[in-house]
């Protein structure tokens, strides 16, 4: 909705968040008109062969609690039971879906009882704070892009430091973000292995 009204990317979105102070009824009937085409691309992105789906809200950080809660929650809960229910009425196997609303620290509770299997989070959230909020489901991230940057000696003790701080149960190891169009690929290998190699260990103390 936010680059429909906008036109662009905006460091603000007062054009957008304008909209939802001077037009609520006219924001809800284009945010459901959305919902309902996201929640068919989706659908069709599993008839295509995605084994699993991951919705993002990446503007959630310029919305308060109030708003977040009024003007994107009940979209991104419509879109995660409508996919269910396509994907049930056409006798397709549902598959794990993930949330991630950037910087939406203040909802992490909501987010998780919304019907997504995943809660993905941004590098500026505690990760004990997080499964504090979240209970069980399951977490992904939150590693800084930036820390890509590092030596691979380094990195290797940021993603240590990731892993322990989330531990092995209900955790997917990945980025609080996307990766920075200069990043090394090698970082990028440098990052996969060490959350492999570390995470192993991890499991084998456990057992």
Not at 32 to 55: D, H, P, S
Not at 105 to 126: C, F, N, P, Q, R
């Amino acid at each position: 909705m936010s680059y429909m009204i906008e036109g662009s990317g905006s460091s603000t979105q007062a054009k957008a968040k304008a909209w939802l102070y001077r037009h609520p009824e006219s924001s809800h009937k284009l945010l459901k008109n959305l919902a309902r085409v996201i929640t068919e691309y989706l659908f069709e992105q599993v008839r295509a062969g995605a084994q699993m789906l991951q919705v993002f809200e990446s503007h959630a950080g310029v919305l308060n609690h109030e708003l977040f809660c009024k003007f994107a929650m009940p979209y991104l809960k419509l879109i995660a039971a409508g996919v269910r229910n396509r994907l049930r009425d056409a006798n397709f196997p549902c598959v794990p879906m993930v949330i991630f609303a950037k910087d939406a620290h203040y909802a992490l509770e909501e987010l998780s009882s919304i019907g997504y299997d995943v809660v993905s989070l941004d590098w500026t959230i505690k990760p004990k704070q997080a499964r504090l909020l979240c209970g069980d489901v399951t977490l992904q991230g939150n590693l800084d892009p930036c820390a890509l940057y590092a030596p691979p000696a380094e990195l290797r003790k940021v993603v240590k430091d990731m892993l322990d701080k989330f531990g092995t149960h209900r955790y997917i190891a990945n980025l609080g973000h996307g990766i920075y169009p200069d990043m090394d690929p090698e970082h990028v290998r440098a990052f996969v292995d060490a959350v492999h190699q570390l995470s192993e260990e991890m499991i084998a103390k456990d057992k």
